[in-house]
Structures are given as structure tokens and as C-alpha cells.
């Protein structure tokens, strides 16, 4: 059985809500590499968006997920066009 793979998670990753919507950020790599980072956002309803281009950085990471949100706003994340009430 093979080893499950120790990640560094970046101290930018955690949850974000805007608009009464909170997703959260992940942004790892192999711990103690010096590999770029993956960010993954996952969704209340437990939806997984992956980027496929790795980052070179936490922060250009990040900042992607911010231009994300500002150009299409944090509900583009979300698979149906109404929020889901807990």
C-alpha cells in the first residue's frame, strides 16, 4: 500500500465568503519541496474545482482565486444558479 503523499498547506488557504457564499481555498504542495503550489476551492456542497496549471507561487495562486471572484463573481463556483439553504 503505497504512502499517502505529506502536503504544506500555504497560510493564504482557508475559507472565503462573499455575497453570503463561503467556499474554501486550498493551496498546498509536497511538504518540504520546493514544487508549485495547487489550489483546489471546494464548495458547501462539497463540489472540487482543481486548477490544472500548477503555480509557481501561494500568492499568484491566490490572486488568481481573487481575479476569479471579482470577474465572475464567488457564485461561479457554484453548480446551480440559487444559493442552497442550510
Known amino acids: 500500500m503505497a504512502k499517502k503523499q505529506k ?27 520546493n514544487e508549485d503550489w495547487t489550489m483546489e476551492v471546494v464548495t458547501q456542497a462539497e463540489d472540487l474545482i482543481r486548477w490544472e496549471e500548477p503555480f509557481a507561487t501561494d500568492r499568484e495562486a491566490f490572486d488568481e482565486f481573487l481575479a476569479v471572484v471579482e470577474r465572475d463573481g464567488i457564485r461561479s463556483f457554484l453548480d446551480d ?5 442550510h
Open 81 to 85: 444558479e440559487e444559493p442552497s439553504v
Open 7 to 33: 502536503l504544506e498547506h500555504s497560510e493564504l488557504a482557508g475559507e472565503f465568503t462573499e455575497d453570503g457564499v463561503t467556499v474554501l481555498v486550498d493551496i498546498f504542495r509536497a511538504a518540504g519541496s
